[in-house]
């Protein structure tokens, strides 16, 4: 029983971490072209939300892209192209961020998620940057962040399933 209650502990814990909203960059950098490489892509349903970070809160949100309490360092909403969609921002200050995508198949602004038999896993694929994930979470900030150069970056993301993340297939 004791095995039980502590596996349950470290389950639930995982799922918690500290979130703010103070940017992780504390001066704005270089104007830089954020290139976002997005392969994996299996159809050109939907839309693909591509949604930069510079904070844990807004990270860790995931609300509705459109919900006007949706915060984004910037965001961008495009049209899929199977298999490998490329997405540029420009002007973005060189520093610190957390990227991640997520294929709206539906177009209804937001990552649906499994009702039966896994509750509360992603049913879109989704990829972060360092292409992270966690099996009951989103994965954390810190491990999402990449540094973005002057004059050019690129970031290159995988879209899979949570189910496909999980077990490799």
């Given at each position: 029983?004791?095995?039980?209650?502590?596996?349950?502990?470290?389950?639930?814990?995982?799922?918690?971490?500290?979130?703010?909203?103070?940017?992780?960059?504390?001066?704005?950098?270089?104007?830089?072209?954020?290139?976002?490489?997005?392969?994996?892509?299996?159809?050109?349903?939907?839309?693909?939300?591509?949604?930069?970070?510079?904070?844990?809160?807004?990270?860790?949100?995931?609300?509705?892209?459109?919900?006007?309490?949706?915060?984004?360092?910037?965001?961008?909403?495009?049209?899929?192209?199977?298999?490998?969609?490329?997405?540029?921002f420009e002007n973005v200050p060189a520093g610190r961020y957390a990227i991640n995508v997520v294929h709206d198949k539906d177009a209804?602004?937001?990552?649906?998620?499994?009702?039966?038999?896994?509750?509360?896993?992603?049913?879109?694929?989704?990829?972060?940057?360092?292409?992270?994930?966690?099996?009951?979470?989103?994965?954390?900030?810190?491990?999402?962040?990449?540094?973005?150069?002057?004059?050019?970056?690129?970031?290159?993301?995988?879209?899979?399933?949570?189910?496909?993340?999980?077990?490799?297939?």
């Amino acid at each position: 029983m004791r095995n039980i209650l502590m596996i349950l502990a470290v389950i639930t814990l995982s799922g918690c971490q500290s979130t703010s909203k103070q940017s992780v960059n504390s001066i704005a950098g270089d104007a830089t072209r954020l290139i976002v490489n997005i392969s994996n892509v299996k159809s050109d349903e939907g839309q693909l939300l591509v949604m930069i970070h510079d904070n844990s809160a807004d990270y860790h949100a995931d609300l509705n892209i459109n919900d006007p309490n949706a915060q984004y360092f910037r965001k961008k909403v495009v049209a899929p192209v199977a298999p490998n969609t490329v997405v540029v921002f420009e002007n973005v200050p060189a520093g610190r961020y957390a990227i991640n995508v997520v294929h709206d198949k539906d177009a209804d602004g937001e990552l649906d998620r499994m009702i039966f038999p896994f509750l509360g896993m992603p049913s879109e694929p989704y990829a972060l940057s360092n292409n992270i994930y966690d099996h009951f979470s989103k994965g954390d900030f810190d491990d999402a962040l990449v540094e973005l150069a002057a004059p050019s970056s690129q970031v290159d993301l995988v879209l899979g399933t949570h189910l496909s993340k999980v077990t490799g297939l």
